[in-house]
């Protein structure tokens, strides 16, 4: 192998000792600040409130899209684990499926029916707008202002929702567990005061929006580090 001079060789293995050691540090600091965020995830979710039956709080929304196969549609779908919103690459109307599509309208409630009970729950921004999800995504707005769909995301996404999900989506199997929409709208949690529900939602949103910082920090230092090796071996690790 090419073998560079002693010196040159220590200045390398101390120049990939550091990135390694920045590395690994990094890594701690986000499994910390992510065990961090899930307590004040489950601390807030606890609040107390009146028992209020979904339903009453939330409505389904359901517009239709009829599928024109010479227009282009952006579908959505919805990662498990509380990880957000996928936005799919546009396709053409013909390439679509026999399912029925709706509209995702921001600002919303959307679950998955076969996949909420493990944690495929979201709430949609503007970057759902002119998007279609078909029949197996629910999306449900606030029925009037005592209620923020963002909020009911959260709750629904701790473990005492969880439950609650889980209990509305009957089953043994995995592909045989979907949420019913009448067993959704019929479960009952503590709602508390609007405001308070908005502050609860607006810490959370920073929180994981701190962790998805330290995640594509991260990525960085992966990157950062395939390019050391390669520069220093003309290989990544």
Known sequence: IPLPSLAEQRRIARRLERFQEERKSNLERSA???HLVRGLHES????DGRVVRVGENLTLVRRAVSIDASKTYRQIGIYSFGKGIILRDPVPGAE??????FEIPPDALVLSNIQAWEGAIAFSGEETRNTVGSNRFLSYLPLS?????NYFRYFFLSRRGQQLIQKASPG??????TLGIRSFEDLKIPLPDVVEQRRIARLLDCAYGVIQRTRERQESFENLLGAAFHDAFGWAE
């Open 44 to 47: 807030l979710c606890q609040a």
């Open 145 to 149: 202002g005592e209620a923020d769909a």
């Open 96 to 101: 679509l499926n026999t399912l029925r599509y």
């Open 32 to 34: 910390r600040a992510a």
């Open 172 to 177: 043994t199997m995995v592909r045989n567990r």
